[in-house]
């Protein structure tokens, strides 16, 4: 069973600092995603990378992809309110599809 | 973009009173689909796996008898929760791929409470 780890777990920062989370497994995947979901509502895609060593960015938001495809991380530039929420990280490897998702990070950003 | 749709959003029922999840898949055709559990504050846990026209493959732990999954046409996915109890009330999440590398897409969950 492969798995992701993510951490932090929690995190609670007064707006304006910046923050990063990480996703890290023992396997290869072939992609990650990096998803955001609020509170009774279903996940909802932010990026999805392929390639080693690959980084986007959305906004404020750069995600990063290990050079080995094992990790990936996300940072937020002056987070804002509007950024709380819960942060998941899945991977896909090959066999079936199947997204294995990490533990979540909750976010949290204090005006 | 690709959506699907889940019904109901949120439904109350009686302990022993099943209860069925509907995901349809809109301007797509999913022929698999991905149903989760997640407990509050925690993350998705994958329960089944359904494909359609064949057998729904259930993760180790997950009561297939009790969590039924019919994956009847390539557009809809239902699970149904029989003989419910307070134990299952939880937020179930549905999901269809989109393609090898692409995101996945969710419905926007059911919050099942049994009483």
């Known amino acids: 069973t492969q798995l992701l780890e993510q951490s932090p777990q929690f995190l609670s920062i007064q707006e304006g600092e910046n923050l990063t989370v990480y996703c890290n497994s023992s396997?290869?995947?072939?992609?990650l995603q990096w998803y955001r979901q609020e509170p009774g509502e279903g996940p909802v895609l932010l990026v999805t990378?392929?390639?080693?060593?690959e980084v986007k960015k959305l906004k404020r938001l750069t995600f990063q992809f290990g050079d080995a495809r094992k990790d990936s991380s996300l940072h937020i530039t002056a987070a804002q309110p509007g950024d709380t929420g819960l942060y998941l990280c899945a991977g896909v490897w090959n066999a079936g599809n199947m997204l294995t998702f990490g533990g979540g990070t909750r976010l949290m950003v204090k005006p | 973009g690709a959506v699907v749709s889940q019904h109901p959003s949120r439904v109350i029922c009686k302990s022993g009173t099943s209860v069925k999840i509907e995901c349809r898949s809109l301007?797509?055709?999913?022929?698999?689909m991905f149903w989760y559990r997640q407990f509050p504050k925690k993350s998705l846990m994958l329960m089944a796996t359904s494909n359609e026209g064949s057998k729904a493959t259930y993760e180790q732990g997950v009561e297939k008898d009790k969590f039924l999954i019919n994956h009847a046409s390539l557009t809809l996915s239902t699970l149904t929760v029989t003989s419910a109890h307070p134990e299952d009330s939880s937020f179930y999440i549905c999901?269809?791929?989109?393609?090898?590398?692409?995101?996945?897409?969710f419905g926007s969950g059911t919050r099942l409470t049994v009483v």
């Open positions: 301007d797509f055709q999913a022929t698999t």
């Open positions: 990378v392929v390639t080693g060593g």
């Open positions: 396997s290869v995947f072939s992609s």
């Open positions: 999901s269809a791929p989109e393609g090898a590398n692409y995101g996945y897409t």
